[in-house]
């Protein structure tokens, strides 16, 4: 089975803070996505990386910085931690583009609260 | 740009009520279409892909089927534990970016 691991359920941050959010994954997939879930917006691309240290902006960029230096994890910062970006946060990984099964496999999320 | 639009938002169903949930969408170069199940305060759990118009898939209750411009998620004699939201996703030529519906939700009761 595709097991996406991100590393908190649940995280409560105050204004201001760097924050921290660690997905891991074991199907050796190359490309990674970090989503946030908002009630009636639905899910958005924050940001995509299709190999070690490569990264593209998704739809929403603003804030957020990820990392990704080793294939099995990406990490996905908020510099500045505020209010606005309350939200889950949704971990993907998928094989390439052009393979015949290149379905996204998500971790089970994670709810962070800024204060 | 990509756009998928699903109607309707929200489904009310009594227990073996058969519907259908619609997924329509714009995509520059299809490369699959996508349905997840997601409950509440979970990740989206992957269902089916379907890559050319008329493919079909089934998983128990669920089919779901695909034309050129939108996808149907059919559900045939539903139980309460198919309560959830189901999301439908686009994958088209743009390195393969995935965009997503807003979401049906779906509550079956008995």
């Known amino acids: 089975d595709v097991k996406v691991t991100q590393s908190s359920r649940y995280l409560v941050k105050r204004t201001g803070e760097k924050v921290f959010l660690e997905c891991v994954q074991d199907?050796?997939?190359?490309?990674m996505f970090w989503y946030r879930q908002d009630p009636g917006l639905g899910l958005r691309l924050i940001y995509f990386?299709?190999?070690?240290?490569?990264?593209e902006k998704g739809d929403i960029p603003e804030g957020y910085s990820v990392s990704r230096e080793k294939k099995e994890r990406f990490s996905l910062i908020l510099e500045s931690a505020s209010t606005n970006q309350t939200s889950m946060y949704l971990c993907?990984?998928?094989?390439?583009?052009?393979?015949?099964?290149?379905?996204?496999?998500f971790g089970q999320g994670t709810r962070l609260t800024v204060v | 740009e990509d756009q998928v639009t699903q109607s309707p938002e929200a489904l009310r169903l009594q227990e073996g009520e058969s519907s259908s949930l619609n997924c329509s969408y714009t995509?520059?170069?299809?490369?699959?279409l996508f349905w997840y199940r997601q409950d509440p305060g979970k990740g989206p759990e992957f269902l089916f892909t379907?890559?050319?118009a008329g493919e079909e898939k089934e998983k128990e209750r669920l089919k779901a089927t695909l034309t050129k411009k939108e996808s149907f998620l059919h559900i045939t004699a539903p139980k309460p534990e198919d309560s959830a939201t189901y999301l439908c996703?686009?994958?088209?030529?743009?390195?393969?970016?995935?965009?997503f519906g807003a979401g049906t939700q779906v509550v079956v009761t008995p």
């Open positions: 993907a990984s998928s094989s390439p583009l052009g393979l015949r099964r290149s379905e996204a496999f």
């Open positions: 199907m050796d997939h190359e490309n």
């Open positions: 990386s299709y190999d070690v240290k490569m990264k």
């Open positions: 995509v520059s170069g299809l490369r699959g």
């Open positions: 379907l890559y050319s």
């Open positions: 996703a686009v994958r088209g030529d743009s390195w393969g970016k995935l965009q």
